[in-house]
């Protein structure tokens, strides 16, 4: 029971860490950050800044709220046409079913790690817990590096095999003067996929770092604390 218990904080950890960052990149500050970026590709068709970033920000909204396509179906470019055709709505209604899907991952796994957390810390092993925790961030940085190896070496090959686990294939490929693609070019998922490694990075080893740290300290106040024997 107790290396089950523990295996459920450890696998809840990698999914709490990633979807956290992942979740971190999907609001309003991220395409303002992108988009300031020097050398961030410029908008192609005559956009203006301002109008590009309304438009980032709504889509990052969307995915935010309760599902209701028309806060997209309903916005208009600067010359009166609609911003979004119907190929580039089925997707984003496709995005917003797998994030919330994701989200709701996310919220059952803390829900197992506090069930677990608290079943071990009733058998009297609270040790066990930041010894879990532990292993949960070095098993999530042990899989970022390969990650972010595959994306350094291999961008087209993990962007590829990343969407065609989430989407029907083709359904998410877009023509170069699509809304879509212009608002969110391969640079800013570049970026995105960046900032999600980083803060997974740093959180795992900090959890890792301290969590190994308390856990020793449990253990040891725990020895000291055993009457002597003869």
């Given at each position: 029971m107790?290396?089950?218990?523990r ?18 990149t ?14 961030f ?6 956009m203006?800044p301002?109008?590009?970033?309304n ?6 909204t ?5 599902h209701?396509?028309?806060l997209?179906s309903s916005?208009?470019?600067?010359d009166?046409s609609?911003?979004?055709n ?8 496709d995005?917003?079913?797998?994030y919330?899907?994701?989200t709701t991952?996310?919220?059952l ?9 608290w ?15 532990s ?5 999530t ?7 972010g190896g595959l ?14 686990i ?6 998410w490929?877009?023509?170069y ?6 608002l969110?070019?391969?640079m800013?998922?570049q ?6 490694v980083?803060?997974?990075v ?9 969590g190994r740290?308390?856990?020793r300290?449990?253990l040891?106040?725990?020895q ?5 024997t003869?």
């Open positions: 107790r290396a089950f218990l295996a459920l904080i450890v696998l809840s950890t990698l999914i709490i860490l990633v979807l956290g960052a992942v979740r971190a999907t609001l309003p500050w991220f395409p303002r950050w992108a988009y300031a970026r020097a050398g590709p410029p908008e192609s068709y005559g203006a301002a109008e590009r970033l438009l980032a920000q709504a889509c990052i969307f995915l935010n709220l309760p209701d396509r028309t997209l916005l208009r470019l600067s009166g609609v911003a979004f119907e190929r580039e709505l089925q997707h984003m209604d995005v917003k079913v797998v919330d899907r994701l991952g996310a919220l796994a803390a829900v197992m790690a506090l069930c677990a957390a079943a071990l810390r009733r058998r009297g092993e609270r040790a066990a817990i930041w010894g879990a925790l292993d949960g961030g070095l098993l940085l042990v899989l970022l590096v390969l990650l994306m350094a070496l291999a961008w087209e090959t993990f962007f590829v095999g990343l969407h065609g989430f989407f029907k294939p083709d359904t490929r877009f023509y003067t699509d809304t879509l693609i212009r969110f070019p391969e800013f998922w970026l995105a996929g960046t900032i999600v980083v803060i997974v740093v959180t795992a080893f900090v959890l890792a770092l301290f740290i308390i856990q300290r449990m040891r106040a725990a000291s604390a055993l009457p002597a003869a």
